[in-house]
């Protein structure tokens, strides 16, 4: 029986991802995985309307093109299916803010990840707490079968659609971000006007830049600007009747909480301790992929980052028994 050299923790798409590039170098490898299926963020937790909101090129896995016939946007399934062929990442568990007086709400309160449809609130009251992509567009999705929603937005935030975002990220492979930014922030403010009289309003610093240094993704909007109607200032003393909180309030890591030794790769929030490009290598053997909060393309990154690197430890330890 031959030994296994490496023990992949989770089989989401950067382990999947990760497992195939250690193939290709003939690392045999192992996938431990606590659900019933891969990528179960994917096939259990997403709404019904969701698309990769990055266009397909930027959606790859290793050694795994996408066929000249995938749409360029890939709605969920069509994703789902092309992974038929972190591990524990960065969506590990729903994180919904501590908020007092939520357990004696009498209505219906979900996270994102529990969000499926809007069918069965059709003329509620439904308040969208977060307005990150996930936000914004199941605000979109309940407005559709005639849910009367209130979005909460709280910190500045740019409003792209999927195209600026798509010739931005080509653009980036040719001009420094600050020019690709400019362009970029441009072509928003000539689409969607001064958004501020709804409340919602830019970083100063441009989208890409956000995205390099935050991590914050910018918004793409599929329809939900064109339907806000308002701005409603609460203050202190002022109520609205709810029948449906959704927390779209986005996950965290949760690596920190089984790993005995997280320390070794990891931080005190589950991310890692090392900064872009290296936060992929930690000590002792412990590597993370899918942790740099650039998404698929991301994940290839550090996929195959860590296989190259276990191949060479490998290699390094051969040299020295010969």
């Given at each position: ?15 999947l ?9 003939s690392?045999?490898?192992v ?16 709404y ?15 050694f795994?093109?996408h066929?000249?016939?995938c ?9 789902v299916?092309?992974l038929?062929v972190?591990?524990?990442g960065?969506?590990?568990?729903d994180?919904?803010?501590e908020?007092l007086g939520l357990?004696?709400f ?9 969000y499926?449809?809007?069918k ?8 969208v ?10 605000a979109y ?9 209130s979005i ?6 740019h409003?792209?659609?999927k ?5 931005g990220?080509?653009l980036l ?13 441009i072509?928003?403010k ?17 989208p ?5 240094i935050?991590?914050?993704s ?9 339907k ?5 200032q609460?203050?202190?003393?002022f109520?609205?009747?709810f ?12 690596a ?20 872009f ?12 992929a899918?942790l ?31």
């Amino acid at each position: 029986m031959e030994e296994v050299v490496v023990v992949i923790v989770g089989a989401g798409p950067s382990g999947l991802a990760t497992s195939v590039c250690l193939n290709q170098l003939s690392i045999l490898n192992v996938i431990l995985e606590r659900e019933d299926c891969y990528a179960s963020l994917w096939k259990k937790r997403t709404y019904d309307r969701l698309t990769i909101h990055l266009a397909k090129e930027f959606c790859s896995l290793p050694f795994m093109p996408h066929l000249p016939t995938c749409p360029t946007f890939m709605p969920k399934d069509i994703f789902v299916q092309y992974l038929d062929v972190v591990a524990n990442g960065e969506n590990g568990e729903d994180f919904v803010p501590e908020l007092l007086g939520l357990d004696s709400f009498g209505g219906v309160v979900i996270h994102a990840s529990e969000y499926k449809t809007g069918k069965q609130y059709e003329d509620k009251e439904a308040l969208v707490v977060g307005c990150g992509n996930s936000g914004i567009e199941i605000a979109y999705d309940l407005s559709n079968f005639g849910t009367h929603t209130s979005i909460v937005v709280k910190s500045p935030f740019h409003v792209l659609t999927k195209e600026m975002v798509h010739l931005g990220m080509v653009l980036l492979k040719y001009l420094p971000v600050f020019l690709v930014d400019t362009f970029i922030t441009i072509l928003s403010k000539f689409k969607y006007d001064d958004l501020s009289k709804y409340g919602i309003y830019r970083p100063k610093k441009g989208p890409f830049y956000v995205k390099e240094i935050m991590g914050r993704s910018p918004v793409l909007d599929v329809g939900t600007v064109k339907k806000i109607q308002n701005k409603v200032q609460f203050e202190n003393g002022f109520e609205k009747e709810f029948d449906v909180i959704v927390f779209a309030t986005g996950y965290k890591s949760v690596a920190n909480n089984w790993l005995r030794d997280y320390k070794y790769v990891l931080n005190d929030d589950g991310m890692p301790k090392n900064s872009f490009p290296t936060h992929w290598k930690g000590e002792n053997g412990l590597y993370c992929a899918g942790l740099s909060r650039r998404g698929i393309f991301g994940v290839s990154m550090d996929a195959k980052a860590i296989a190259d690197d276990i191949k060479m430890i490998i290699n390094n330890k051969e040299k020295k028994l010969e």
